[in-house]
């Protein structure tokens, strides 16, 4: 039997039960700490990265496959980590944060179906030597950074506003 139980052991219903709760409170608010920390570093450190993806030449279809399989990584890692602090934000009670993460999980299932399907088209256009492919796949490419700015100021401003909230 650990501390924790022999100390609730011996304590009424009630007081064990709120021993029980500030647990799982307190745990959720580690969890909750944990993945957000995970989204912001992921959609800085992809935001950071895509930036200077934007100086590849993309006319051979070796730039489109990997600016498209560096945005997959990303959508990836940014829904685990979403879907991670919408849990932990639930069980700690905080629902605003959990419904604004649980909308940045969906927004990024979308652009991960959308945006890599439009690169993998214009990657075969690429190749193609289309017209207005490469333009094109820039225009994407921006767009798809230009989204991730606006999550990466999401989140920080979430967490500026949790932070007046706790004090």
């Known amino acids: 039997m650990g501390r ?22 307190s745990s959720a ?4 700490f944990f993945f957000t920390v995970a989204l912001l570093v992921t959609t800085a450190y992809f935001l950071m990265g895509g930036l200077p993806l934007l100086t590849l030449k993309h006319d051979t279809p ?13 959508y990836r890692a940014a829904f685990w980590a979403s879907l991670g602090a919408f849990v932990s ?24 179906k959308h945006l890599l399907q439009a690169m993998q088209q214009l ?9 207005g492919a490469i333009h094109h796949f820039r225009r994407v ?8 700015l606006v999550q990466l100021v999401a989140i920080v401003w979430g967490l500026l506003w949790l932070s007046q909230q706790l004090k």
């Open 29 to 32: 608010l580690y969890a909750s």
């Open 123 to 131: 990657g075969a256009q690429i190749e193609a030597s289309s017209d």
């Open 141 to 148: 490419h921006s767009a798809a950074l230009s989204v991730n």
């Open 62 to 74: 070796l730039d489109a496959r990997f600016v498209r399989g560096f945005f997959n990584v990303y």
């Open 89 to 112: 934000y639930a069980l700690w009670g905080r629902y605003p944060f959990a419904i604004g993460v649980a909308v940045n999980a969906c927004i990024v299932s979308l652009l991960r």
């Open 4 to 25: 924790m139980e022999k100390l609730g052991a011996g304590l009424r219903p009630e007081v064990t039960s709120h021993v029980e709760e500030r647990k799982m409170l």
